[in-house]
């Protein structure tokens, strides 16, 4: 044997002894990935176990762009076990990374994969850019033993704060932005936040993400313990549970008016500042005819608000009472706004001798109440909750139990018609009656009589009722009052009343207005006379225009000749007027408006000569609305020359100035009648040129 071989021979038993002393190649642990300055990616790891001296870490690094595996560098066992990867894109996306131990051609399996933490900010989806959504990947195949740091700055703070420590199992975060209030017209505030993983001597920084953001979002509105109406004083006392917003600046307390038909109306009644720790409020102008309604509103410092969880109502409680009967009913409305429920409701009567209470299940919202005659009573309804919160009360109702006296006369004064729809019935009653009622019936074009409704005596002399269900142009309706005494029982009916319907016809030829009307029933001592009323489309007030006997027929001709220059519209009404009755009073009944509308006159020459005695083209006519005329004319290339809107400006057969020329030309006239149709004329006008 030579002495290369012997040297050979020795080399690969040297290294089958430094295998055979060393075992297996390990890749090294504990490897940390950390990005620095949002570009690079800085590797530390620790020596892998039992590496042979001068033995090399192999780095493969893999961008996650399609483009798998590759070798960026390596680092001899002994020196410094670091890496910083200038070419990595941990900006862009999560870059993996893992190092195999190498010695003499031979090659440890691969340590476990790690990869750069990679942030994703956006605002929280319906947020108002007041939320930061934050998610990451996970670096480590494994990381039961670590945890994420969240950390945000703030534009304008000198340094990043520590904001949240999660598990290991949480990969995402929502960062609520509390107090970053932007004055209107400013744009939102840059934040920067980054995330880290922990774990052992190793911390792992994401890349920095910015993104703009302020705070939008009104605190959790308050829960509402209780709201009750002090039943001594009236005044209603809200109670709240406190806001746990961290933000939390102030209270606004509203009250709500529910009008029907239109929008609730909120009025302010009191800011409470939140440091004053108050979370009750008196309300001194409670409503004392139905349930006052009121919210509860917290604000932070940028003045958010999420509005309220709900309208709260107190409690509101009637009394109703006829002296005939042996009960008085009381009821209430509901108390809603436990989430536990009502457990009972409690009746407070007092009746001047002696207070005692009545209780009664949840669901029962009326009590009839048993009383003696000639008592005042006063009663409150108090709700008592399944859960801890305080007791609701209602305001304090009060009534009179007497005997009613009954009234001796009651007198269907009249019938009269406000508009289309709309009839008034009146009532001459007796005041000194207690309790009485009237209830009112109704007979539609001479069919059966039907209750249309029940009114209560007041104090006026006269009752009145108005009917909208009507159709007062086309329609007689006849009326009663049926009276009942203070114990419902019925006294007696009133004389009937109907209304007056008007009609009204027109006549060209003859130019008059025609007028028919029903005649008026029925008064204690029947009609004295009828009254007729005018007025032209051009008018705003009636005139009076003449009196037709009761007696007679129903009928009145106005001839309007006269009016030929008036827009050709004549609205009448008719006044029934009563004879003094045995109350010495005399009452009166108006019927429908009836208007009638005078078809437009319209003269039109198609004729001119010019030079000659018609030298002007100008129409001639009557019922018209003059304000709307339009006159122009045309020649036979459809070129308007003319034009006026004032019927007596006629057309000289000049344009410019300058005589036309003898030919056929096109006027269009345009006008409305009194009622507002509207009408077109046109054709034809020659003109002719006469002899000088």
Known sequence: ?????????????????????????????????TVQNDVSVFLTWNEAENVPAGADYLIFRNNNDGNGWNNIGNVQSGDALQWLDFVATPEIEPVSYYIITADNGSESSPSDTVSTLFLELNPAIGSLNSVASLEWNEPKSNTNDGVYNIY????????????????????????????????????PVEIKYNVSYEEGNCEMLSQTNIDEFQDLLGPV???????????????????????????LFE??????????GNPDQFINLQFIPAQNNVTNYVYEQASQTGPTNMVVIAFDECGNDNSFNQIVSTIYTETSYESCDQ??????TPYEGWNEGVEKYVIHVDDGISTYELTVEPDTLQYDLEITPNMDYCVYVEALSNGEQRASTSNRSCFTTLYPQVVDYAYNSRVTTIDDRTLEVELFQDPNGVGTTYALYRSEAGQSFQPITTLNQNTDPNLTYTDTDVDARNIIYTYK???????????????????????????????????????????????????VYRKLGSEQDFTFLSIVPSEGEMIYEDDIEDFLEDEGQFCYKIVAVETENSFSFQSISESNISCATQEPLMWIPNTIVLNGNNDIFKPVAGFIDFESYEMEIFNKWGEKIFYSNNIEEGWDGTVNGNPVREDMYQYIIVYRDGSGQAYVDQGPLFVLIGNF
Not at 227 to 239: D, F, K, M, Q
């Open 251 to 260: 209270y606004l307390i509203q009250s709500v008016v529910s009008q029907v």
């Open 221 to 247: 509105p308050p829960e509402i313990e209780t709201v009750l109406i002090n039943p001594l004083t009236g005044s209603a006392e809200i109670y709240w549970y406190p806001s746990p917003a961290p933000d």
């Open 327 to 332: 009960f008085a009913n009381i009821e209430w």
């Open 152 to 187: 945000r700055q703030i534009n304008g703070e000198p340094a990043e704060t520590l904001i949240a420590t999660l598990t290991p199992a949480q990969l995402s975060y929502n960062d609520t932005i509390y107090g970053l209030c932007i004055d209107e017209g400013e744009d």
């Open 1 to 33: 044997m030579n002495i290369f071989n012997l040297k050979y021979f020795f080399g690969l038993l040297s290294i089958f002894l430094v295998r055979t002393a060393f075992g297996q190649l390990n890749p090294p642990e504990e490897i940390c990935a």
């Open 481 to 531: 009052w049926v009276v009942f005494d203070g114990c419902g029982q019925e006294l007696f009916e009133t004389n009937t009343a109907r209304n007056v319907v008007l009609k009204t016809s027109t006549d060209k030829n003859d130019l008059v207005n025609t007028l028919r009307w029903n005649r008026y029933e029925d008064w204690e001592e029947g009609v004295l006379e009828y009254e």
